[in-house]
C-alpha cells in the first residue's frame, strides 16, 4: 500500500491561475474572503505573460505571491470545448510543478469562500493521488456543448451516501468525472511527468475534452481520487439540482460556475439570486474598504469597478 502523508508540515499554499487583468474583481473578492475566514496559508498566483506590469504590481501589493508560469496549450478538435474560454485552463495544471510546497490546494478565482477549510491541507493523502469533489453531470440549462451522458441519473451527487465510501458504487464513467475548481494535490516531478506522458500517448482522446484539466485529472487519476464532501466546490448549481444535498451553513467554499454574478450586475435575479447577492455583498463590503488590500478609492475605481458591469 502507498505511503500516507499529510503534507502540510511542509511548505504548504493556496495556488489560482491568472491570466488578464479583468479577473482582477473576483480574485480580489476570493483573497479578502480567504482572509476573512483565517487562513494560514498564502495565496499563490499563477502568472501568465498576458498579465501586465501594472496588474502584477497590483496582485502582489494585495499581498498575493506571485508565479510566473508558461502558458500551456494542448492542441484540441474544434467545437470539442464545452466552452471557447477553456482553452487557457491548461495551465491551471501548472500548479503540480509548485515544488517548493509539500501541497497546494488548487482553487478557481471565481470562488467566494464562507467558512475556513485548512483542514484540507492535513488530509491523509496517498502518495500519487488527489483530491477532488465529484462534476455536477446534471446540466440544468441542457448546454448542447455538453456532453449527452451528462443528465441527472448519471450525476455523481446522486450518490447516496455523499461522498461514496465504496469505490464500487462508482459504476459509470460519468461517476468518475471531477470538477477542478478544488483539487488537493502534492507537487512533484513524477506527477507532472506522467501527466506529461499521459497526454502524449493520448492525443486523440485529449483533444476531445470538452472540460480540459478535469477531464484530463479524471483520466491521469482514474483510481487514484479521493472524493471531497461536496461542500469543499460548492458549485451553485448544486443547490437548485440537489437541494437535499445543499445547506446554505455547511458551504465551505461557493464556486461561481457559469454565468458570473460581477458581469450579470449588482442586482441579481433567477434561480441564483440568493448565491450570487453573497458574492456582490462581499464585493460592496471590500469597495466600501479598499484599504484593506491596500488600494486607495481612486485605485479601486481605476483597478476593480472597471471590469464590473454596473457599477
Not at 495551465?91 to 515544488?99: D, I, N, V
Not at 453531470?137 to 461522498?163: D, F, M, S, V
Request: charged share 20%; hydrophobic share 40%; glycine share 4%.
Amino acid at each position: 500500500m502507498a505511503d500516507r502523508v499529510v503534507a502540510h508540515q511542509g511548505a504548504a499554499c493556496w495556488a489560482t491561475l491568472f491570466t488578464h487583468a479583468h479577473y482582477l474583481p473576483c480574485l480580489a473578492v476570493l483573497l479578502q474572503s480567504m482572509r476573512a475566514c483565517q487562513t494560514r496559508y498564502p495565496l499563490v498566483v499563477m502568472v501568465t505573460e498576458t498579465v501586465d506590469a501594472r496588474t502584477r504590481e497590483r496582485l502582489a501589493r494585495m499581498g498575493c505571491v506571485l508565479r510566473d508560469v508558461d502558458a500551456w496549450r494542448v492542441p484540441h478538435a474544434d467545437g470539442s470545448l464545452a466552452f471557447e474560454r477553456f482553452q487557457n485552463v491548461w495551465t491551471k495544471l501548472r500548479a503540480f510543478e509548485l515544488y517548493e510546497y509539500e501541497r497546494v490546494v488548487m482553487i478557481d478565482s471565481d470562488m467566494l469562500m464562507c467558512h475556513n477549510m485548512d483542514e484540507l491541507f492535513d488530509l491523509p493523502l496517498e502518495r500519487g493521488m488527489i483530491a477532488a469533489a465529484f462534476a455536477c453531470t446534471c446540466n440544468p440549462k441542457q448546454i448542447p456543448t455538453y456532453p449527452a451522458e451528462w443528465t441527472p441519473r448519471n450525476c455523481g451527487y446522486a450518490l447516496r451516501p455523499h461522498p461514496p465510501n465504496d469505490a464500487r458504487q462508482l459504476t459509470k464513467p460519468t461517476y468518475r468525472l471531477i470538477n477542478s475548481g478544488v483539487v488537493v494535490l502534492e507537487p512533484s516531478q513524477e506527477q507532472q511527468a506522467e501527466i506529461h506522458t499521459f497526454i502524449l500517448r493520448h492525443t486523440e482522446r485529449v483533444a476531445q475534452y470538452r472540460f480540459p484539466d478535469q477531464d484530463l485529472l479524471a483520466d491521469v487519476y482514474r483510481d487514484r481520487i479521493q472524493m471531497l464532501p461536496w461542500y469543499y466546490n460548492a458549485l451553485k448549481t448544486l443547490r437548485q439540482c440537489h437541494p437535499d444535498l445543499w445547506n446554505d451553513g455547511e458551504a465551505r467554499i461557493i464556486h461561481y460556475i457559469l454565468d458570473k454574478p460581477w458581469l450579470l450586475g449588482p442586482s441579481p435575479c433567477g434561480e441564483h439570486t440568493h448565491l450570487h447577492s453573497l458574492w456582490w455583498d462581499a464585493y460592496a463590503s471590500l469597495a466600501a474598504h479598499p484599504a484593506t488590500l491596500s488600494m486607495t478609492r481612486d485605485e479601486w475605481a481605476n483597478e476593480i469597478a472597471l471590469h464590473v458591469r454596473g457599477i
